[in-house]
Nanobody, 113 residues
Framework: QVQLVESGGGSVQAGGSLRLSCATS????????IGWYRQAPGKQREFVAT???????TYKESVKGRFTISRDNTKNTVYLQMNSLQPVDTAVYYC???????WGQGTQVTVSS
């Protein structure tokens, strides 16, 4: 059974940092691309970043230079390092694996001004 479990969310002030983790199980992790998405209150879920099995990365334009996605194939985990956080980054953050389309349950990130 494929599972993705996010953690690391919390409340920070503007300019602060958080590192999110997406721990996976039940799938061949090293050969899967994994993505991070977010959903703010009253808005649709949107793409944030993705990392391929080869380590190639893609980012939403507004997070480039502030967020970094990485993966540790020995721990079956993907990370999202978020720096210089702003109130507009407030959302529930989800990870997704692309082979079968499974999602995690999400972790809340709240940035106050």
């Amino acid at each position: 059974q494929v599972q993705l479990v996010e953690s690391g969310g919390g409340s920070v002030q503007a300019g602060g940092s958080l590192r999110l983790s997406c721990a996976t199980s039940g799938m061949p992790f090293s050969s899967n691309a994994i993505g991070w998405y977010r959903q703010a209150p009253g808005k649709q879920r949107e793409f944030v970043a993705t990392i391929g099995s080869d380590g190639d990365t893609t980012y939403k334009e507004s997070v480039k230079g502030r967020f970094t996605i990485s993966r540790d194939n020995t721990k079956n985990t993907v990370y999202l390092q978020m720096n210089s956080l702003q109130p507009v980054d407030t959302a529930v953050y989800y990870c997704k694996e692309y082979r079968w389309g499974y999602w995690g349950q999400g972790t809340q990130v709240t940035v106050s001004s």
